[in-house]
């Protein structure tokens, strides 16, 4: 029992294993081999792609990351140190306050552009040294900037207070000259004339050129010179450039003004002296004191020198500021540098091993293809060529079987595919033979009924034909009692009216009633006779149009549209009632006054009115019938319109019924010889073909306007070139 279950085991593995061998011959196990193995070289050729661009990608990132951004950074901040030190000179050259507040907002906007960047760069790398010496210096230059702005703002002012100044020094030179000339002048007329004034006596000699009167006249001259050479310094004050010059000019002033004191000191008289003190007090003010205008000036001259100094420290601090950057710049590309070079050793590497694992490939799909994908592709040309032959109808020739893979399989069921398609071919024939039986006698039952229609058109023309022979017959026949009926007429009211003359000329026996009486008689005599008269006429007219058309058609001649269109009109609402006594019809007529005789021939032009209308009363007829027969209320009122009008360039007659309409499949057929919609025995189809080709022979067009369900509107458009002309 045990060696026979061993026995099965080692079976099922052996035949296990035969499956398996079998399947080898498969070409989807091959394919997936060979798919298999391009995997394989696939995801190694990726894997070493991938090592390769994660290693270039790092060393982007260094560049992209930390380099570039330094670079930039530091060119930001380098640029931006020399904007702010090109403004600076402005600064420093403002000539009014409100051009100095202009370049003070655009020096602020540079400085927080500038201040934003050198955040931007030190967020980059704080401990970077280099960064830090260009956060130093750039700390220096924007405190430079303030101090040089705060040195304007006060040299502005200090120019403000030395300007209030000259304008006060030539009123106060003014003012003690005022003062000291007249009483100098006195002084000299005393001295020389003894008069102190015009009004009193002089004095004796030895009083007015004595040594006192001698003395006080040079007191007041050396006042004068002292006062005009204390103004003349404060003046050369205002316009001295170098603060070492100052020095002398203000110990200059110094004598002067002491000269001054002592001069007004030894006088005993002086000149208004209340005035002359005050105003040689304010002098000295001027030159001497704390906002003098030595020290104004002084003070303006070191602002300068300031400013000019803080705009060369800036100007060293723009070249420190660029070399830093340099130096930043020149680190950040060393190590791009670095970063380049390994990224090319990493695709360096990636490359050989790329092309090793393309060789590989390459070869193995050279053998692939030259050892299988070649044998594999003649096979498959082989069972294609078979089969292009039998679609080409060679279905006996037998398809060769041979291999034991997927190809062998399709080439035995294409052999069973063959082997059906001659049964199949057999069994085709015999039911396409059925099937052009069956065509070939519907095409015949066609012909048949084409026949029997064209047969019952030509009875019906037929009898249309004799039918105008009939009419043109009759009304031959009627002409003649309707001619005796009209003359007669016409003779018995030319007798009324002789009879009425004669009893007019009679001899009066007559009394007045009975003359009234026949006066009465022979007016209702004349009145009906007229009337006999007139539709005696009209009668004769219907008659020789009938004549007119059982003849054909005639020349053309002038005709008044409105009365050819009214009596057609007419003539087929009569037809319709004659033909159906429950046909009625509500008919308006709007016809224009301006239309003119249009030169036409009448026969023509009225059988294409009598169509119209003819049509549009059995449409409408219809439609009464058919909601009536529906069940409907009675609301629908059979209803025609007859309307006439002229345009510029034409005449428009328009026939508009409130009929069923004509439905869209329909409407491009009804000018089509033999087309219609209505039995065989009621209409030939031949009325609006007529009536189309009548209306384009007199150089018009119909127009047809359908709603369906609704109404219809004909409209025949005839050219105004047909008018006839008043005469």
């Known amino acids: 029992m045990m060696n026979s279950g061993g026995d099965n085991g080692n079976g099922a593995f052996k035949s296990r294993i035969a499956q398996i061998l079998e399947k080898r011959h498969k070409i989807s196990v091959r394919m997936y081999m060979g798919i298999s193995a391009a995997l394989l070289l696939f995801v190694l050729a990726s894997v070493n792609s991938w090592f390769a661009f994660n290693t270039v990608a790092d060393a982007q990132r260094g560049v992209v990351d930390r380099s570039l951004p330094q670079i930039t950074g530091a060119f930001a901040v380098a640029e931006q140190s020399r904007t702010l030190v090109a403004a600076a000179p402005r600064l420093a050259a403002a000539g009014t306050l409100e051009e100095l507040e202009n370049v003070r907002t655009s020096v602020a906007s540079n400085r927080e552009i500038f201040e934003s960047r050198i955040d931007a760069l030190e967020a980059q790398a704080s401990d970077d040294p280099v960064i830090q010496r260009m956060r130093d210096r750039a700390g220096a230059l924007l405190a430079n900037i303030e101090q040089l702005d705060r040195s304007v703002e006060e040299r502005f002012l200090i120019a403000d207070q030395a300007g209030r100044l000259q304008q006060e020094i030539p009123v106060l030179h003014e003012r003690l000259q005022r003062l000291l000339g007249p009483a100098i002048d006195d002084q000299y007329f005393f001295t020389v004339t003894g008069y102190r004034d015009l009004d009193s006596e002089p004095v004796p000699k030895e009083q007015h050129i004595s040594e006192g009167e001698l003395a006080r006249y040079r007191r007041l001259a050396d006042l004068k010179v002292n006062v ?18 100052l020095e002398p000019l ?42 003098a205008a030595f020290a104004l000036r002084r003070r303006e001259l070191d602002l300068a020198a300031q400013e000019r100094r803080l705009l060369a420290d800036n100007r060293t601090l723009e070249i420190e500021l660029g070399a830093e950057a340099e130096s930043m710049v020149s680190g950040a590309r060393d190590s791009a540098r670095e970063s380049t070079d390994i990224a090319n050793e990493a695709i360096d590497t990636g490359q050989v091993l790329l092309l090793s694992v393309t060789g590989v490939a390459i070869v193995a799909a050279l053998l692939m293809g030259s050892l299988f994908i070649g044998s594999l592709l003649r096979r498959l ?47 085709d024939l015999v039911e396409r033979m059925a099937q052009e039986l069956r065509d070939k006698n519907e095409e015949l039952e066609q012909v048949l009924e084409d026949l029997k229609r064209a047969q019952n058109q030509i009875v019906m023309r037929e009898k249309l034909a004799e039918l105008g022979e009939l009419t043109a017959g009759v009304a031959h026949e009627i002409q003649n009692p309707l001619n005796f009926v009209k003359n007669f007429s016409e003779v018995s009211s030319e007798l009324v009216v002789e009879l009425k003359e004669v009893f007019e000329e009679g001899d009066g026996s007559l009394s007045e009633d009975d003359r009234g009486l026949i006066d009465e008689i022979c007016g209702d005599l004349g009145s009906n006779l007229e009337r006999i008269t007139h539709h005696g006429l009209r009668a004769n007219r219907i008659v020789r149009d009938m004549l007119k058309m059982g003849r054909g058609s005639g020349d053309s001649q002038p005709t008044d549209i409105n009365a050819l269109l009214e009596e057609h009109a007419r003539l087929a609402y009569h037809s319709a009632r004659a033909s159906d006594t429950n046909f009625n019809l509500t008919i308006e007529e709007d016809y224009s006054p301006e ?56 005449v428009e007659v328009a026939i508009h019924d409130n009929g069923g309409g004509i439905p869209d499949d329909i409407i491009g057929k009804i000018f089509n010889p033999f087309f219609t919609t209505k039995p065989t025995d009621q209409g030939t189809g031949l009325g609006l073909a007529l009536s189309n080709d009548i209306v384009r022979q007199h150089g018009g067009e119909i127009a047809v306007d359908t709603e369906p369900g609704e109404s219809t509107r004909m409209v025949v458009r005839l050219p105004l070139s047909l008018e006839v002309e008043d005469s």
Not at 229 to 235: I, K, R, T
């Open 381 to 427: 040309e082989g069972l294609s060529s078979r089969m292009r032959r039998m679609a080409a109808g060679d279905l006996k020739t037998k398809v060769d079987v041979s291999g034991r893979d997927e190809v062998a399989d399709m080439a035995a069921a294409l052999e069973v595919f063959r082997e059906a398609s001659l049964k199949a071919q057999r069994l």
């Open 595 to 650: 239309m003119r005789q249009l030169n036409v021939v009448p026969q023509d032009l009225g059988r294409v009115f009598l169509n119209m209308v003819t049509n549009a009363c059995h449409a409408t007829h219809d439609r009464r019938v058919k909601e009536n027969a529906e069940g409907g209320n009675g609301a629908y009122e059979p209803f025609l319109k007859l309307s006439t009008r002229r345009t510029s360039d034409s």
């Open 250 to 291: 203000l110990e200059s002033f110094e004598s002067a003004s002491e000269a001054i004191t002592r001069n007004l000191a030894a006088l005993r008289d002086p000149p208004e002296p209340a005035e002359l003190m005050a105003a040689t007090e304010r002098l000295h003010e001027l030159g001497s004191g704390g906002e």
């Open 228 to 245: 005009d050479n204390a103004v003349q310094l404060l003046d050369r004050a205002f316009i001295v450039g170098d603060p070492q010059l």
